[in-house]
């Protein structure tokens, strides 16, 4: 039995250090007032009863807050002994909490660390030095930039404020790179000219060097579309043929038109290969100053472009990145793994979703890649016009979608989408609003209308934190096209209003919060009005900010990774384990079905659709399916439902490998002895997660290292859809 120290450091539980601080309490007061030893061991022993019953190591605030408890029952005059020594040590070591984290962080001890994130290794030096740098940011931001309620609710579990370890900078969440601009009109890279590129392997290399500056210079993901590439494949084309032609005449052969052509493709397909290998492996092997590789999504929608070549040569473009998803990339044992980046984003449209439909062939490929590699994800291009204005458009890395602003437009007076970017994230915790409330109906709406303005303010300092940004922080974003072509002093300012950004009112868990306020899940139709309030209620805040500032403030899904246990564990320690309720490591995702109900993929979908349609800030829905490599048609069915159903929307299978057995399947997740959740192979029982390789969809992107118990239990407690 494991506890959770203050530096995030495990620690094995000892009884007898509570036995020891109880007995310093009890030595302080005065001896009619002191309890017997038998008293102090009862207390410790009934601490130890209850924190064995926790599901989850329970940190030594929660275990004191048990001490305290007992104490107050059985011998006030000891507790307020034993409260004032803990308040008394609590003032000294808030002067080197941060201290020790650091150092638990360089010694390789800090659990929480290894948990936060899974596609973070603290174990590297640059990864660690990123942590370290977070560690000094949020002491700073809970010490002196954030208003202390705002504070207090983010440590209490009530709203989260996201990325509190990059709030010291003026810095943004994620963005749509204006990839086309920095290719047509050149950029700069680290004071470099890099002019438009003359053929496409160019144009791919200078991409990844793009990714990788645009990722080092804000805290979320990125996304990029592949159209902005197509253009330079016919500059290689003509290049190619007119190399061709040159070394046909110097060797004296003559080759009709025909035949040239037929070279020229064959050549250039070995081009786009290599281009798009380069994107592949540079995005995976590349480490940003963040010390990871950079979190970039992949958008590939062929009406883009226009009919004729242009768009037969982004399917080229785009096959091509099926084809080598689908082998994957190698790991350091020479197996074939799933890589967790680029996501990949492919639009159904008229033109691929049916048989006999133009490109249909590149849609069965892309089931093929989603039945081995879980990706692409899917939009719709039909829902997505119905809901975006008639514009179909990436989301950005973290799955933030822009509104399709009227008086945002490029040159040609079309709706302008890359380049535009997302300010930040604070999440509602609608679970702790509904457990305040007692299930009083009005009291509910009282407390949301309370904790929706809680996180109004704290949005504002979000916005307010980066008022006066100038641009020279990061040229690459706001001086070189990746975001503006701002003048070197000029300020951001003008792009925090209007719409040309966003900034997002995050919520988690409106299953539970329907189950506790109705008795229902919000699948069953006497609830699902009163969950669709909920959404209706944080779009109606929304609008309202918006009118009065002229910030896009909108609603987001947001993709809790470790804060679905952080929120867990919190409401536990404030209402206790109600079930159905509170009694696992971790809530509920968004508007989504519980993980654990029965529900076929095609009623899932068609379902979420209605809530997705009220999270227009950003929002994705998935289903649970096994392996699909050997029934292509049942993937691509449920990628017509979606088509037809719903805007945004991936499979979820399973790609893991054991490097101890060679087994390419699923690894299962079991509990050890001591009731810890951890992953086994099932062909040879390996429990060593250095000689594994998980891949396992968590917040929208792909995962594979490994994740706290909150999450680990949630993905054991996933139920299949299909």
């Not at 929480?112 to 590297?124: F, H, L, W």
């Not at 079309?414 to 994230?425: E, H, I, L, M, T």
């Not at 490994?706 to 239990?713: A, K, L, P, S, V």
């Amino acid at each position: 039995m494991n506890i959770i120290k203050r530096n995030g450091t495990e620690a094995t539980f000892d009884r007898q250090k509570i036995v020891n601080a109880i007995t310093k309490a009890n030595n302080s007061v005065n001896p009619e007032a002191r309890m017997k030893k038998e008293f102090i061991d009862a207390i410790a022993a009934d601490v130890e009863g209850k924190t064995a019953e926790h599901m989850d190591a329970l940190n030594v605030e929660d275990i004191q807050d048990m001490v305290v408890f007992d104490l107050m029952k059985y011998a006030p005059v000891v507790a307020s002994s034993y409260i004032k020594y803990r308040h008394t040590r609590e003032l000294v070591r808030k002067a080197n909490t941060t201290d020790d984290k650091i150092f638990a962080l360089v010694n390789l001890t800090n659990e929480e660390a290894k948990q936060e994130n899974s596609n973070k290794d603290p174990v590297i030096s640059s990864t660690q030095r990123d942590y370290i740098a977070g560690e000094v940011s949020r002491d700073i931001t809970q010490r002196l930039l954030l208003p202390k309620d705002i504070m207090e609710a983010h440590k209490d579990g009530i709203i989260h404020f996201h990325d509190t370890d990059y709030y010291i900078q003026k810095t943004h969440n994620c963005d749509l790179v204006n990839l086309e601009d920095m290719l047509q009109n050149g950029t700069v890279i680290s004071e470099t000219m890099i002019e438009k590129p003359h053929s496409f392997y160019t144009a791919c290399n200078i991409t990844t060097q793009i990714i990788a500056q645009v990722a080092s210079n804000q805290y979320g993901g990125q996304s990029f579309t592949l159209s902005h590439l197509v253009p330079f494949v016919d500059v290689s084309r003509k290049k190619i043929y007119a190399q061709m032609e040159e070394e046909l005449k110097a060797v004296g052969v003559d080759m009709d038109e025909k035949q040239k052509a037929a070279v020229t493709e064959i050549r250039l397909k070995d081009e786009i290969k290599r281009g798009i290998q380069t994107i592949q492996y540079q995005l995976i092997t590349l480490m940003t100053c963040n010390g990871q590789a950079p979190f970039v999504t992949m958008f590939m929608y062929l009406d883009e472009v226009p009919e004729g070549r242009q768009r037969d040569d982004l399917a080229l473009l785009i096959n091509e990145v099926f084809d080598q998803r689908i082998q994957g990339v190698k790991n350091e044992k020479g197996a074939w793994i799933t890589p967790a980046f680029p996501k990949l984003i492919y639009v159904l449209d008229e033109d691929n979703i049916r048989e006999g439909t133009p490109y249909w062939d590149l849609t069965v490929k892309a089931a093929k890649c989603t039945a081995k590699r879980m990706v692409p994800d899917y939009i719709s291009a039909k829902v997505m016009k119905q809901l975006k204005k008639g514009s179909v458009y990436t989301c950005m890395g973290c799955r933030s979608f822009l509104t399709p602003e009227d008086d945002v437009l490029n040159q040609d007076g079309s709706r302008k989408f890359y380049g535009r970017f997302n300010q930040g994230v604070v999440t509602i915790n609608l679970v702790d609003a509904a457990l305040s409330s007692g299930k009083d109906m009005d009291k509910f709406w009282e407390i949301m209308e309370e904790r929706l303005e809680l996180c109004h303010r704290a949005l504002r300092c979000r916005h307010e934190r980066l008022l006066g940004t100038p641009s020279d922080v990061a040229p690459i974003l706001w001086q070189y096209g990746a975001l503006a072509r701002l003048k070197k002093g000029e300020t951001i300012d003008k792009l925090l209003f209007g719409g040309y950004s966003t900034i997002s009112l995050g919520y988690a868990g409106l299953y539970e919060t329907c189950k506790y306020m109705t008795g229902r899940s919000h699948t069953d139709p006497e609830a699902k009005d009163f969950a669709l309030s909920v959404m209706q209620k944080l779009n109606d805040k929304c609008a309202e900010w918006r009118t009065a500032e002229n910030i896009a403030y909108s609603v987001y899904g947001t993709p809790l990774e470790s804060t679905t246990y952080k929120f867990a564990k919190s409401l536990r320690k404030r209402f206790g384990v109600i079930p159905g309720i509170t009694d696992k490591n971790y809530i509920t995702n968004s508007y989504h079905v519980h993980v654990t109900e029965q529900i076929d993929a095609f009623t899932k979908l068609t379902f979420e659709s209605e809530f997705q349609r009220l999270s227009p800030g950003g929002a994705i829905s998935y289903v649970e399916v096994p392996n699909m490599q050997n029934n292509i048609p049942a993937v691509l069915a449920v990628m017509q439902h979606i088509y037809e159903n719903i805007m945004y929307a991936e499979l979820n299978t399973k790609s893991d490998y054991c490097e101890c057995c060679g087994f390419d399947g699923e690894i299962k997740i079991v509990e050890d002895k001591e009731g810890k959740l951890v992953w086994e192979c099932p062909n040879c029982g390996n429990h060593d997660q250095d000689k594994m390789h998980v891949a396992r969809r968590t917040c929208g992107y792909i995962g594979t290292q490994f994740w706290n118990q909150g999450r680990t239990q949630e993905i054991k407690d996933r139920v299949l859809h299909l």
